[in-house]
Nanobody, 121 residues
Framework: QVQLVESGGGSVQTGGSLRLSCAAS????????MGWFRQAPGKERERVAQ????????YYADSVKGRFTISRDNAKNTLYLQMNSLKPEDTAMYYC??????????????WGQGTQVTVSS
């Protein structure tokens, strides 16, 4: 049974930083594409950042380029999202997701429960 458990969310002020983590189990982690998605109230879910199995290829949404960094530790089965220079529009529920193929797509196969990020002005 695949499990993805996010942590690290919270409330920060504009310009602050947070680091999200996602612990994966029940899958051969190093074979999977991993990604972070987010959904704000009243809005559709959007891709934030995605990473290939070996971490060599990445995707970032234009809105987070230069501020967010996705990374993975395949020895620890963990995915990270370092978020700097946070803005109120980054406020959303952030989800970790995994898929076995086609890393750079909208819909992934496995999903975590999410962690809330709130940025106040």
């Amino acid at each position: 049974q695949v499990q993805l458990v996010e942590s690290g969310g919270g409330s920060v002020q504009t310009g602050g930083s947070l680091r999200l983590s996602c612990a994966a189990s029940g899958l051969t982690y190093s074979y999977y594409c991993m990604g972070w998605f987010r959904q704000a109230p009243g809005k559709e879910r959007e891709r934030v950042a995605q990473l290939s199995p070996r971490g060599t290829n990445t995707y970032y949404a234009d809105s987070v380029k230069g501020r967010f960094t996705i990374s993975r530790d395949n020895a620890k089965n963990t995915l990270y999202l370092q978020m700097n220079s946070l803005k109120p529009e980054d406020t959303a529920m952030y989800y970790c997701a995994a898929d076995g193929a086609n890393c750079f797509k909208y819909d992934y196969l496995y999903w975590g429960q999410g962690t809330q990020v709130t940025v106040s002005s």
